[in-house]
């Protein structure tokens, strides 16, 4: 039997943005209000779920499945920072953001959270 999360609690804030995101991607807001990739070691609000023009739909609540790098994450709740490239890992830093995961597929390295 599979079991599915995705579309729990789900909730999106359209934003606009300077071209610099990406589908998938964990996301930031910077200076002037716009929806931009999270750099390197920075928190995240959400992931970006689509592109239209120059406008970004970013999910900030729900699950979401996004690819790790690094160290397997384990389930429960634990700090996660961007990687780069559309994914996340470890974080370690007492003010990042902590968040529950609940799935690690290690052989896909794909981590599920509860943003």
Not at 96 to 104: E, P, Q, S
């Amino acid at each position: 039997m599979s079991i599915s999360y995705k579309g729990y609690n789900n909730n999106t804030i359209t934003f606009e943005t300077d071209g610099n995101i990406t589908v998938g991607a964990p996301v930031s807001i910077d200076n002037t209000n716009c929806a931009i990739n999270a750099s390197v070691g920075s928190d995240f609000i959400g992931v970006c779920t689509a592109i239209r023009g120059t406008w970004a739909s970013v999910q900030t609540d729900g699950y979401v499945e996004i690819p790790y790098e690094g160290m397997d994450p384990s389930t429960g709740i634990i700090k996660l920072v961007s990687a780069g490239g559309g994914k996340v890992k470890n974080g370690g830093a007492d003010d990042i953001a902590v968040y529950k995961v609940i799935k690690v597929d290690t052989e896909n390295k794909i981590v599920g959270i509860i943003l």
